[in-house]
Structures are given as structure tokens and as C-alpha cells.
């Protein structure tokens, strides 16, 4: 049984940063793309980012490109999401997704295996 685990989420000041992580309970998660999603009140899941396999290329939703990091390590099942500069509109629930590789990699549909997701709130 496929599992992802998040963790990390939390309160915290504009312009303050967190990290969150996610680990995978899958066996082919070293062939899997790994992303991050977030759903905010009343608004559609969105993209965050994505990281390839091997963790060689990544992508990023405009509104958080140079701001958020996303990274991978195979030899631990785990994908991490760190963010800096947050800002109110960053609050949302965030989500990890594992996937085959696909070139719609910034639709939700790309992913078969979700986590439960990890609330992230920004204060202003």
C-alpha cells in the first residue's frame, strides 16, 4: 500500500520561512515524480512544484519561483518543500503527490498517490 507522509506545516509570521517533508512508503519511488500541491479555502488545488526522479530538474508555480525549493533524497523515500518569504497568500493546505513522469507534471491528474496534506498559515 502506497503511503505519504507529511509534516512541517505550522503557524507563522509573513516573511518567515518553513520547511515541509514528506516521506514515501512506495517502491518505486526513486522512478516516481515527486510534487507539491496546495488547496486554500474556497479556491481549486493548485501547483507548487515538481522535482524530477533523479532530483536533476524541478519547476515552479510563477507565484512562488525564487522563494520556494524543492529537493529529494532517494536513499531516505523523501521529497521536501522549502519555503522562504512567505506571504498571507501562501496559506493553504499542502500536499505531496507521486507520480509517473508526465508532461502535464502541473496537473493533479498526473499523480496517482497523494498524502493527507499539512496546513501551512501565514500571518500578515
Known amino acids: 500500500q502506497v503511503q505519504l507522509v507529511e509534516s512541517g506545516g505550522g503557524l507563522v509570521q509573513a516573511g518567515g520561512s518553513l520547511r515541509l517533508s514528506c516521506v514515501a512508503s512506495?517502491?518505486?519511488?526513486?522512478?516516481?515524480?515527486m510534487a507539491w500541491f496546495r488547496q486554500a479555502p474556497g479556491k481549486d488545488r493548485e501547483f507548487v512544484a515538481r522535482?524530477?526522479?533523479?532530483?536533476?530538474?524541478?519547476q515552479y508555480a510563477k507565484s512562488v519561483e525564487g522563494r520556494f525549493t524543492i529537493s529529494r533524497d532517494n536513499t531516505k523515500n523523501t521529497v521536501s518543500l522549502q519555503m522562504n518569504g512567505l506571504r498571507p497568500e501562501d496559506t493553504a493546505v499542502y500536499y505531496c503527490?507521486?507520480?509517473?513522469?508526465?508532461?502535464?507534471?502541473?496537473?493533479?491528474?498526473?499523480?496517482?498517490?497523494w498524502g493527507q496534506g499539512t496546513q501551512v498559515t501565514v500571518s500578515s
Open positions: 522535482i524530477s526522479q533523479g532530483g536533476t530538474s524541478d
Open positions: 512506495v517502491r518505486t519511488f526513486s522512478t516516481s515524480s
Open positions: 503527490a507521486a507520480g509517473r513522469p508526465a508532461i502535464n507534471y502541473r496537473n493533479s491528474d498526473a499523480y496517482d498517490h
